[in-house]
């Protein structure tokens, strides 16, 4: 999946080679494109066990479309995400990725602004990123409503 930016559609972030380690562990590929950058971490790993589910916080983000006051924040191994809301119905989405969480001094780490509109583009990321990370035999995949 592209997330592309409102602003400049030459600032992209692509989540791909989705692959699922357990039931509730993804590991997947972000790769960031503006300008002169191209930046990518391999085997980012989110899972429904993390402080906060990546689709969960961004379902709480478009929820909240008429705005917020300061900075939200979210992160994993080698991913950290803020949202920003600002005039005129605009979310800043600040995607920092770094390839070595665990040594960042002998490591990169690199920064991209993705600007959605806060009401129905932020809705439809939500729901792509939201199936980005459900598996295909997931029960509401199969059948369209979740088990009993």
Same mark, same amino acid.
């Given at each position: 999946? $592209?997330?592309?930016?409102?602003?400049?559609?030459?600032? =992209?972030? /692509?989540?791909t080679n989705r692959r699922f380690a357990e039931e509730y562990e993804t590991l997947f590929t972000i790769?960031? /494109?503006?300008?002169?950058?191209?930046?990518?971490?391999?085997? !980012?790993l989110a899972s429904r066990w993390d402080r906060e589910y990546l689709p969960d916080?961004?379902?709480?983000? !478009? =929820?909240?479309? /008429?705005? #917020?006051a300061g900075r939200r924040t979210w992160h $994993?191994?080698?991913? !950290?995400?803020?949202a920003t809301f600002h005039s005129g119905g605009h979310v800043a989405l600040t995607w920092t990725l770094r390839p070595n969480d665990l040594?960042? +001094? +002998? =490591?990169w780490e690199t =920064?991209?602004?993705? #600007?959605?509109?806060?009401g129905e583009q932020l809705t439809a990321v939500a729901a792509d $990123?939201? !199936?980005?990370?459900t598996r295909d035999d997931h029960p509401t995949r199969r059948n369209g409503h979740g088990s009993s």
């Open positions: 999946m $592209i997330i592309h930016s409102q602003k400049n559609p030459d600032v =992209s972030v /692509r989540l790769e960031a /494109r503006a300008e002169g950058l191209r930046a990518e971490v391999r085997d !980012a916080f961004i379902d709480g983000l !478009a =929820s909240d479309f /008429r705005g #917020w $994993i191994n080698h991913l !950290a995400l803020a040594f960042p +001094d +002998d =490591s =920064s991209t602004t993705t #600007w959605l509109e806060a $990123i939201r !199936a980005f990370f």
